[in-house]
């Protein structure tokens, strides 16, 4: 493509944007890119092209407005299932063009934030909204408590106590549309002289993002073998620290109980709050659960972030926050000042699924599902791949890590796995300060694949990464 | 009650707010405050009481806790319709109490943000819902597109453009759960050097609120017969002006076609970016509607805010927001960082909603509804308040004002009205600068009452009015 880039560029007047969007409909016209096809990041293809990505980014916007491209949150641009696509006669020739790898499709995207759908009982949640629908006409239109339901909160306290030990009143949860969601407001509660908070480093970037325009000042925290690295934090002294105990992100370390005592001992003494984003805790595959942050603490120094997104569905946007008093007091005093961001509907018919009992049914389905994939996912790469990759993981949550020592520079063993239809996801981003990695670690995320899928990926995975 | 207090305080240990529950507690269980009965606010049982706030609210929240009552956003605490309540013989006499008139129920709540629920299609709801669930399966539950459905935003495009002259692409518009979280994605987008903005003096408080907290400065601009007063304005130099021209919240005035032309050529000169946030555009009473700013706009200085809450319902949590090109680029940039706060199945719902017709019906249907109430309203107004109102409204939206002229403070009325039943809502906490009213002006609400209601309860309004 980088030869058609230079003759268009020589010989038309068109913006460069609109060459490339061209380049790619009818690509897509022709049927060379297949629907369902992923089409390489903004990045990749700005380097690859050596254009701007910003130029990537508005023929991108082209094919999205027309149609020709769905975005995907996290995942990136897919060529969009149209059932009658227009073929033009394409003027190939003319364009002197060989289909470029980039643009084979990929067959196994081994993405950390897609889960499995499969299992999701329609039935039951269309005939749990139908009853809402029936039932509370009224109130149900009308504005909902800006904290979220009553009855719904309820059921969560009494999930969380269940489950992971965090012990609240319903009064302290607050239900928000998701995880950004739950920090903005936590940040918004915040006062200006305290916004400084230490945080995993590598970590989750958007919630660094968050606190960052929200003007925290922001300290990485390097992990060890158990989480965060308590003896380079003491010698810290920001107001906030914001961990992923259950299931790291991106490493996937499983903070154990002892570390969790003295960080917890550790904030009490030096008057911290603790953010514990509990985000994958419903999966864990060997061992018993580790009680959380927020069921050990006996200071109110926790705030709990929880989520339906990766147990439930995403798509639902419920996610909900449980704050101790002293913040709990300050969301009050502003509270008429805030609104409620799910729908009512959504929270009653939630309500209900977990009231029910289907919402339990669900997690011990789900568990058993990811249990499998998740042991599947390891024979394969001890089947398919060589000693020159070490595995990182926890047992728990819908990803792995894989560190790989083939030789490889990163962007190479991204290049490589695309051409071969292969997606796994880099992490350099995830470090704040530069990545002193000795060899480039990889996320690979498990939910949203079938068992086979599984197997055909990590045996092309390792066609590639063998050939080294 | 204030006896009771007294005396409660000199023989008990307990705290006061405990008190002060139990008694709340004991009146709802025997009956004597109703079901569905408003209790007074915290603020004025506080004063009544000679307690502080947070006394009042901590007993409110233990009631709420236990279910005995439930808070209703903007409206205040409600108590709750339980269907089995165990009625506990109170010990009245010990406690040598009469039954104070604070908590006479109110049976006609004047609120300017309820709306008509009667004619929600809810069958058409169901039907689509179920629809939807069945269609869609596997893409419904992975996440959306952060900006929100590209179908959704096509509806809303094509709505926008007929409704209101809105003239953008789908690429424009972001979806959102409420005017709050467009209003704070907004302030994100915009540079901290830019973090300047004037706003209409009376305003609405909680757009303050979200300026103020994402560090704008502030400059309240006095209104005219026309709206915004731009004399004034132009001797200002923020970056961006905030205007509710269909119906300026809260004194109702329309913003005529002149003064949007005139704001918009300032706004070119002065390269000031115009926020205009069309909350109630659907329902106007009287001649043609006028086209939005937006649409008149030829140099995408116009931020177009709109949403669901007031015509179709606030507990859908949905409203959208059409970026000019500047910032839709900004947005675009950290698009990733950013997630869809309202859930694909509504949306997808909602756009069925759209395409099959059912949302323009419902528009018209409404629209009637409104314009008979509004006539309802007005025609009440002049047969049982006495000439000394002066009525303040726009021929449009879901509420009007009322100039009280009868001698009475803003408190006084507060009280009267209260201890009749009837509630309306007092202005002065939209004024930014010390507000220099003359009289006091109230907001008098009519979506949610019914026609009867309406009649019955301006009726009562002026009996206590008219006593002074």
């Known amino acids: 493509m980088k030869e058609i880039i230079l003759n268009l560029q020589k010989n038309s007047n068109e913006p460069l944007y609109i060459?490339?969007?061209?380049?790619?409909?009818?690509?897509?016209?022709?049927?060379?890119?297949?629907?369902?096809?992923?089409?390489?990041?903004?990045?990749?293809?700005?380097?690859?092209?050596?254009?701007?990505?910003?130029?990537?980014?508005?023929a991108y916007q082209q094919l999205l407005v027309e149609g020709y491209i769905e975005s995907r949150q996290r995942s990136g641009m897919y060529v969009q299932h149209i059932e009658?696509?227009?073929?033009?006669?394409?003027?190939?020739?003319?364009?002197?063009?060989?289909?470029?790898?980039?643009?084979?499709?990929?067959?196994?995207?081994?993405?950390?934030?897609?889960i499995d759908t499969d299992s999701f009982n329609f039935n039951i949640w269309r005939k749990l909204t139908s009853q809402v629908l029936k039932s509370s006409k009224v109130q149900l239109l009308q504005y909902g408590e800006p904290q979220g339901e009553l009855d719904f909160r309820e059921e969560i306290a009494k999930y969380l106590r269940l489950s992971r030990g965090v012990l609240c009143s319903s009064d302290q949860i607050i239900v928000t549309s998701g995880t950004h969601n739950s920090l903005q407001l936590l940040c918004e509660l915040i006062d200006y002289n305290d916004r400084s908070i230490a945080i995993e480093n590598p970590g989750w970037s958007n919630a660094k993002f968050i606190f960052e325009k929200n003007n925290f000042e922001i300290t990485p925290i390097p992990l060890d073998k158990d989480g965060i690295c308590l003896k380079t934090l003491k010698e810290n002294s920001s107001k906030f620290v914001y961990v992923t105990p259950s299931h790291q992100f991106p490493s996937g370390i499983v903070m154990p109980i002892t570390r969790r005592q003295h960080l917890l001992r550790w904030a009490k003494n030096s008057k911290t709050f603790i953010i514990e984003d509990d985000y994958d805790s419903e999966f864990r595959y060997m061992g018993r659960p580790i009680p959380s942050l927020q069921g050990l603490d006996d200071d109110e120094r926790v705030i709990y972030l929880g989520t339906f997104s990766k147990s439930l569905a995403p798509s639902l946007r419920m996610s909900y926050m449980v704050l101790p008093k002293k913040l709990l007091d300050k969301y009050k005093q502003n509270v008429s000042m805030y609104e409620q961001s799910t729908s009512r509907l959504n929270q009653k018919t939630l309500q209900l699924f977990m009231a029910d009992?289907?919402?339990?049914?669900?997690?011990?389905?789900?568990?058993?599902?990811?249990?499998?994939?998740?042991?599947?996912?390891?024979?394969?790469?001890?089947?398919?791949?060589?000693?020159?990759?070490?595995?990182?993981?926890?047992?728990?949550?819908?990803?792995?890590?894989?560190?790989?020592?083939?030789?490889?520079?990163?962007?190479?063993?991204?290049?490589?796995?695309?051409?071969?239809?292969?997606?796994?996801?880099?992490?350099?981003?995830?470090?704040?300060?530069?990545?002193?990695?000795?060899?480039?670690?990889?996320?690979?995320?498990?939910?949203?694949?079938?068992?086979?899928?599984?197997?055909?990926?990590?045996?092309?995975?390792?066609?590639?990464?063998?050939?080294?």
């Open 19 to 58: 060459q490339i969007y061209k380049y790619i409909r009818e690509e897509i016209t022709a049927n060379r890119i297949k629907r369902g096809a992923k089409l390489p990041s903004i990045r990749h293809l700005a380097d690859y092209l050596n254009v701007s990505k910003i130029t990537v980014d508005n």
């Open 84 to 114: 009658e696509m227009l073929i033009t006669p394409i003027e190939v020739n003319k364009m002197n063009i060989c289909p470029t790898p980039s643009f084979n499709h990929i067959k196994y995207d081994f993405h950390y934030g897609t």
């Open 357 to 468: 009992g289907y919402w339990e049914r669900h997690i011990q389905k789900m568990r058993k599902v990811y249990r499998k994939k998740y042991s599947l996912l390891i024979k394969s790469i001890e089947d398919y791949l060589n000693s020159n990759v070490r595995l990182i993981g926890g047992n728990a949550g819908l990803h792995i890590l894989l560190e790989i020592r083939n030789g490889m520079s990163e962007d190479m063993i991204i290049q490589k796995t695309e051409m071969a239809g292969v997606k796994i996801y880099p992490t350099s981003k995830y470090w704040m300060t530069h990545s002193d990695l000795e060899y480039p670690i990889f996320l690979i995320g498990f939910g949203g694949l079938s068992e086979n899928q599984i197997i055909e990926g990590i045996e092309l995975l390792g066609d590639v990464l063998n050939s080294n």
